[in-house]
């Protein structure tokens, strides 16, 4: 029997009304129960605080996913006194999120319908409209799109007005290595946002721009680790909605969307050869919100495509640094768990193989292939076809005068919980990701890329696609670990001491 003490839903709204307000800096009574707790802007480090000390409190980790399946503190605190008398035999509370039905989810507007009868010039586009073009790799397709072709690229920012927007695109271009005045004309910013209808921009804008462009790249995503479906389906899902809206409004545009590997997380693939155009209809058991978001919004990108809208599926794994520069996004996951493992000293000892492509490899062959008639309707595997194991990734980190340790996963698990405590650690906002459990078999979302759960992602026919151009993955070998942390370490990120 556990002494853990049980609190009545008053008494935990009560003090959970405190902690937020003390994370918040405001005065309890300026909190209202009722309040979805999306709207008091709480970041991933603000809820592992408040999480924190209701463990505290309930002697039990509660699952911090359940702040978005009960948004209010009134709802929460409810569903966590049920929880809190559940636990007299348990430590750890289970994750008893509803199951959501993806296959429900996936509905495209039935009012969208390619429009127009034009012919569609997929090889030299004049207008492009681009999303994500402040993000990873929306910089390297503009850089990519730039270069091999004369068209007009018109990008979708999130901004309060164009000088700002400009501003943005600019300043993530230069931090990539990008940026070049001389290409600035061919640069058209677009105030917007994809998680409102029309994209923000104003029915007339998004009716006029429907006319004047050609064809669309839609890289932009909240990539968020943490985050339930609930959270991420405005922008990722209905955003993409929107995106196919203009892409078949007043004229056919070919759709080139990125998507990701993550569509084949469902256990149904565990073992399986996955080919680029093998159907991905089993959403049973992909847990991550993020990649729910994946795989609902490729689905709709795909009811498009019967609809009668060119479209093509790119669908890259990690995305890791340029291969000639080593320039990479510091904060995407590999980074962070590379820098959050050198300061815990230790890396899980899993067998995993690095399921990453260089940034300039998969541009290149998003936009080589998107500029191929053939293309159309195809989906494409940009994963390494030579990955290398997690193993040699820490052996090489070692010798490059790190320490780290590889020590068992659940070991590995405890020192995690134990050690890492603050955002000092950047792994610290990553503990729900990393150590959430999840269905009957309480697996974590590490756990489903172990090598026997995943799927043999097969990249066949897009290396065959590729042939004839220049394109070619470049390996996973020490040059290749040498620029990236050789990069790494001058930008500060890394260092020895
Ligand atoms: N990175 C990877 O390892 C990886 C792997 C597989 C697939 N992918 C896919 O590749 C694509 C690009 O990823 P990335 O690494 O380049 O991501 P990223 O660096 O996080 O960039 C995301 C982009 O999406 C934009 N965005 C997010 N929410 C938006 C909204 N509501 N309205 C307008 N724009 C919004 C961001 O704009 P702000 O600047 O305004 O935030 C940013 O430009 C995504 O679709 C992702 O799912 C990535």
Known sequence: MSLTTTY?????????????AEVLEVTPAEIDVNEHLENYGLDSAQAMTIISQLENLL???????LLWHYPTIAKLSQRLSEENQDTS??????TTTPILDLGAEAVLDSNIIPEGNNKVDVTNPKNIFLTGGTGYLGAFIIKE??????????CLVRATDVAEAKSKLEKNLQQYAIWDEKYSQRLIPIVGDLAQ???????????????NIDTIYHSAALLNYVYPYSALKTANVLGTQEVIRLACKTKVKPLHYVSSVAVFESNAYAGQVVKENDSFDH????FLGYSQTKWVSEKLVKIAGERGLPITIYRPPLIAGDSKTGICNTHDFINLM?????????????DYMLDMSPVDYVSQAVVYLSRQEKSITQAFHLQHPQPASLKSLVEWIRTFGFKLEMIPYEQWQDQLINNVTDQENPLYTLKPFLLERWSEEQITIPDLYLQTRRPIISCEATLEALTGSSIVCPEIDSQL???YTSYLMQAGFLSLV
């Open 8 to 20: 009545s839903a008053e008494q935990i709204q009560e003090f959970m009304v405190s902690k937020l």
């Open 59 to 65: 002697g039990f980790k509660p699952s911090p996913v």
């Open 89 to 94: 035999t348990t430590k750890d509370s289970k």
């Open 145 to 154: 799109l730039l270069v091999e072709t004369q068209a007009t690229i018109y």
């Open 197 to 211: 209808p029309f994209l923000g921009m104003g029915e007339a804008q998004f009716i006029e721009l429907s006319a």
């Open 283 to 286: 959403w049973q058991g992909i």
């Open 338 to 350: 590379i820098k959050g493992c050198l300061q815990m000293g230790s890396f899980p000892d899993v």
């Open 481 to 483: 670990l040498m620029t």
